[in-house]
């Protein structure tokens, strides 16, 4: 029975270890950065992870199905969001083509098709008419879509989502945000599937948090 005992307690001795010696690799300030003024979450509840991107960008391309898997398989407290990035004028469009899409309820049917034209075929969908015709083809309406893209509530989401990237200090996509507070790319982490561990470590960071 001692024998048992013993084993049992080097066991969960060996599984702490291994969790403190995970969570120790991934430094503040080297592999994320913890934000000086924390932005604003989408909800008050559960732990936010947004991620900043770009229906153009190669890379978010390339995170695209690391990051659906791991939303997929995340717990229920966590609220992932997609915030659309628009760093240089040609990618005002794409935004505001989210959000309409978005307001409209059709993203879904869309958003696997504007990254797959911006990103993989680089096709120049740089206007709102642009947009139009290819989301027709894709089953939307495309002066429905038009009246949303120019409306004042798509340009209002898409100015707050800007105030928040800025405030994240974003300079570049795909880049993680969890919870507001901490800021995560592949440069910092070391690699798109790195990005996703450490998002897996602040995750249980701010939910020990909370539970406390």
């Known amino acids: ?5 013993r084993n049992a307690a080097l066991s969960i001795l060996a599984m702490s270890f291994v ?15 913890e934000l000086d003024n924390p932005v604003r979450t989408a ?25 659906e898997s791991w939303v997929e ?12 990035a628009a760093l240089g004028k040609s990618w005002e469009p794409h935004a505001k083509a989210f959000y309409a899409l978005q307001t409209m309820g059709e993203l879904d049917k869309v958003h696997d ?7 993989g075929e680089r096709r120049p969908l740089n206007s709102g008419e642009a947009l139009a015709d290819f989301v027709a083809n894709h089953g939307v309406d495309g002066e429905e879509f038009l009246k949303n893209y120019n409306s004042f509530g ?35 982490a070391g ?5 996703l561990e450490v ?9 020990e948090g909370q539970d406390q």
């Not at 029975?1 to 005992?5: G, K, L, Q, R």
């Open 191 to 195: 690699g798109h599937e790195a990005v």
């Open 19 to 33: 969790v403190q010696a995970s969570a120790a690799t991934w430094e503040e300030g080297k592999h994320y950065q």
């Open 113 to 119: 098709a504007l990254f797959e034209a911006l990103a």
């Open 43 to 67: 909800s008050d509840s559960g732990i936010e992870v947004a991620e900043v991107f770009w229906y153009g960008c190669p890379h978010c391309y390339t995170f695209k199905p690391l990051i």
């Open 73 to 84: 398989n995340s717990p229920e407290y966590v609220n992932y969001v997609n915030i659309p």
């Open 1 to 5: 029975m001692i024998t048992i005992v």
């Open 154 to 188: 798509v340009n209002a989401k898409m100015q707050q989502a800007q105030a928040k990237i800025r405030g994240a200090r974003v300079t570049g996509t795909p880049t993680m945000i969890v919870n507001g507070k901490y800021r995560i790319t592949a440069s910092m």
């Open 199 to 207: 998002v897996d470590y602040l995750v249980e960071k701010e939910r």
